[in-house]
């Protein structure tokens, strides 16, 4: 059952904590994602990978830290840097990111709120 | 002015009419357009694409490209209350990776 799958569903944080939320995919995708979307807002890009070991940030990263290991796994840290948490947490993955019809798939999505 | 602006809407149409959805953008160069649907509490979902000038079909769905006036349309169909929905417009320019997105038009189809 090819996918992107997101856990957890939701996440709660403490004040100073750092949480990290997981994405991982079986879709043989090169290129990974991570959105960031509050009520009423679109969607907005924290970070991005083209290939494994390699990163880039978004337009809102500050506050935020990723890794990329291995090609079907894409973490997303919250640190305690991130003043404003609580969003709901979006991962996608696409074929290449470099490709004009380049689509994107999103997981189901982590919820993170703040105690 | 935002990259990709969309009308937040709620668009209230009747079962079975024509929705239509409207999203303009600023960056000249863009060349890959996405309509998403997202259920209230869910992850967006892709519901068509179009890359060149003209109407794309797909079933209910057409979208509509028009480069010149940088505009891209959703026009649905036969309208059901299970079209309900907040609809993203999304663009990708040139050769950049990023998509960006519309704050989405909510819609809503009533019996």
Redesign the interface.
């Known amino acids: 059952d090819g996918g992107i799958t997101q856990s957890p569903k939701y996440l709660f944080r403490k004040e100073g904590q750092n949480v990290t939320l997981s994405c991982e995919q079986n879709l043989n995708h090169d290129?990974m994602?991570w959105y960031r979307q509050d009520p009423?807002?679109?969607?907005?890009?924290i970070y991005?990978s083209?290939i494994v070991n390699d990163f880039?940030k978004?337009d809102i990263a500050e506050g935020y830290s990723v890794s990329r290991e291995k090609k079907e796994s894409f973490p997303l840290t919250v640190t305690s840097a991130q003043k404003n948490p609580t969003a709901f947490y979006?991962c996608a993955s696409s074929i290449d990111?470099?490709l004009?019809?380049?689509?994107?798939?999103?997981?189901?999505?982590t919820r993170l709120s703040v105690l | 002015q935002k990259e990709v602006e969309q009308n937040s809407g709620p668009l209230s149409v009747p079962e079975g009419a024509i929705a239509s959805l409207n999203c303009t953008y600023s960056d000249r160069v863009s060349q890959s357009f996405f309509w998403y649907r997202q259920y209230s509490g869910k992850s967006p979902e892709l519901i068509m694409s179009i890359y060149s000038n003209g109407d794309k079909e797909d079933g209910r769905f057409t979208a509509q490209l028009n480069k010149a006036s940088q505009y891209v349309s959703l026009l649905i169909r036969d309208s059901q209350p299970s079209d309900s929905a907040t609809y993203l417009c999304a663009v990708k320019g040139g050769t950049a990776s990023k998509l960006t997105f519309g704050t989405g038009t909510r819609l809503q189809v009533t019996l």
Do not use: V
């Open positions: 290129a994602y009423g807002q679109g969607l907005r890009l991005y083209q880039q978004g979006l990111a470099s004009a019809k380049n689509i994107q798939y999103f997981g189901a999505g």
